[in-house]
């Protein structure tokens, strides 16, 4: 069943909190541990269920194309390849006999490995070495027993029954032989893989998805073995045997694989969890990450209507990294959102740096109007400061806050070095935006008089021209030439 984030509306679900039946995507919860499908619950810290991929798994029937291609990765070809190609090169002696049959064994095995593999989550292909090392080699003559006891319910059920007792055993049999082919390749156990109540069970627990894939299965068969005949009328036969060995391997690891995927996209029903394992998403790569705890619950707490909690959760954060300008940004918007003035006027400071640096004149004009109510008369005490904001507010049009943080600056701030291109703010302000050239040029004057050592002395005439010329004040043209 497919269920989405509570917070995240179309996000996949991919943990489950039983004590408050609330669901959490990866976005949630970016500190799990999706190994070893660990995490506790952001809400009342318990422990939670872990769903993997069952809530985002593509349906078999949307992957048709994808099962299809599987056989053809470097892996699976190379052991269809000399499963296939290896026999025929054989003599037909003793030796040549048991190298065929361990080969028979070997893509047995891995086909049996594909379903596993695929089933926890791996799209590709198992490596080539699974089909030649290691054990599972037993998996074979499980298979073996299994196929030897179904044969003998079908003939206990003709002895007893007769005909049309013995039919009714076959079609069972059939139709529960993918069944028990992926009970066998998950639990290894015959009895398990023979069982009817198992078998049963996963049935119907996949529902009418099961008789679906049971119909792909009939007419892949069916496409194989026309493939297969058509191979040995056409061609010669030593190379219709190898055309028929491909294609029946080929088609033999389509439906291990379709299998495999059946589980995988069941696997809630079923209980078990697995997940996506070939790609590191990046949840699992923020899940490594534990500072992006803080952002899930602040995003969470937010959707929750906890404003208070979010503004303490930003606070704290911004004790210990006050130059964090990411959170400095969230708590900005949610002090402006919050109309919380007070709070804004303590945090005035880096509040009105943050939008200088982004050149946002707008909202800091909107800002210093908050500011100005809690302390009529304000003006800040950092000149730098005072000259970037006033920089910025004259470059978005806000005219008139520019000039009231300049306000008296030569009497606040007698020594800066920041006086003459803060009057010469004011003078652009007065003269381009208001059209008051008379004060402008007051203050050109003033800093041709007092601010003689300061570099943009030499400019000053260029301003006072352009001032008396009634023409915007934009100082001297560049110049390129080189003396």
């Known amino acids: 069943m497919k269920h989405d984030c509570h917070y995240h509306p179309g996000d996949p679900a991919k943990w489950h909190c039983g004590?408050?039946?609330?669901?959490?995507?990866?976005?949630?919860m970016p500190d799990a541990d999706h190994r070893k499908q660990h995490a506790l619950c952001p809400i009342c810290n318990r422990s939670m269920?872990?769903?993997?991929?069952?809530?985002?798994?593509?349906?078999?029937?949307?992957?048709?194309?994808?099962?299809?291609?599987?056989?053809?990765?470097?892996?699976?070809l190379a052991v269809i390849a000399i499963c296939t190609l290896v026999p025929l090169l054989l003599s037909n002696n003793l030796i040549g006999l048991i190298v065929t049959l361990v080969l028979v064994l070997a893509l047995l095995k891995y086909t049996y490995a594909v379903v596993r593999h695929t089933a926890e989550g791996h799209m590709k292909p198992p490596p080539l070495s699974v089909a030649f090392t290691g054990s599972g080699?037993?998996?074979?003559?499980?298979?073996?027993?299994?196929?030897i006891l179904m044969g003998a319910l079908v003939t206990t059920a003709g002895m007893v029954g007769g005909p049309i007792l013995m039919?009714?055993?076959?079609a069972l049999v059939l139709l529960a032989l993918p069944a028990s082919v992926m009970v066998l390749a998950m639990e290894h156990s015959v009895i398990a893989a023979v069982n009817p109540m198992n078998l049963a069970v996963l049935i119907s627990r996949i529902g009418s998805s099961y008789f679906l894939l049971y119909l792909y299965l009939i007419l892949i068969s069916m496409a194989s073995g026309a493939a297969q005949e058509f191979a040995?009328?056409?061609?010669?036969p030593q190379l219709a045997n190898i055309v028929?060995?491909?294609?029946?391997?080929?088609?033999?690891?389509i439906l291990f694989h379709m299998?495999?995927?059946?589980?995988?996209?069941?696997?809630?029903?079923?209980?078990?969890?697995?997940?996506?394992?070939?790609?590191?998403?990046?949840?699992?790569?923020?899940?490594?990450?534990?500072?992006?705890?803080?952002?899930?619950?602040?995003?969470?707490?937010?959707k929750d209507g906890n404003y208070d909690r979010v503004q303490s959760m930003l606070k704290e954060s911004l004790k210990r990294d006050p130059d964090n300008a990411h959170r400095l940004a969230q708590?900005?918007?949610?002090?402006?959102?919050?109309?919380?003035?007070?709070?804004?006027?303590?945090?005035?400071?880096r509040l009105l740096t943050m939008l200088a640096d982004k050149n946002d004149g707008d909202s800091m004009a909107s800002l210093l109007e908050k500011i100005e109510s809690v302390e009529p008369g304000f003006r800040l005490n950092d000149p730098e400061l005072a000259l970037q904001c006033a920089k910025t507010l004259y470059h978005r049009g806000q005219f008139k806050p520019a000039l009231k943080l300049l306000q008296d600056f030569h009497k606040r701030f007698p020594d800066s070095e920041c006086l003459p291109p803060a009057y010469l703010t004011v003078a652009q302000a007065l003269a381009n935006g208001l059209g008051q050239w008379e004060k402008a040029t007051a203050f050109l004057t003033f800093i041709k008089k007092r601010c003689v050592n300061h570099p943009l002395h030499e400019q000053i005439d260029v301003y006072l021209q352009q001032a008396q010329n009634r023409e915007p004040l934009k100082g001297p043209k560049a110049s390129f030439n080189v003396e």
Request: proline share 3%; aromatic share 16%.
């Open 244 to 253: 028929a060995g491909f294609l029946n391997s080929t088609f033999t690891l």
């Open 137 to 147: 080699f037993d998996i074979v003559i499980l298979q073996l027993l299994v196929f």
């Open 49 to 76: 269920r872990y769903l993997g991929a069952a809530t985002e798994v593509v349906p078999f029937w949307n992957r048709i194309g994808a099962f299809f291609r599987y056989p053809f990765s470097t892996d699976p």
């Open 19 to 28: 004590e408050c039946q609330v669901h959490f995507c990866s976005r949630c």
């Open 167 to 170: 039919m009714v055993a076959v």
């Open 259 to 302: 299998l495999g995927y059946l589980l995988f996209q069941y696997q809630e029903e079923l209980g078990f969890a697995s997940d996506h394992q070939d790609e590191e998403s990046l949840s699992e790569m923020q899940g490594r990450d534990r500072s992006h705890r803080l952002e899930a619950d602040i995003d969470m707490n937010l």
């Open 331 to 349: 708590m900005y918007a949610l002090l402006v959102a919050r109309d919380d003035r007070q709070e804004i006027y303590r945090y005035h400071p």
């Open 232 to 236: 040995y009328n056409h061609f010669a």
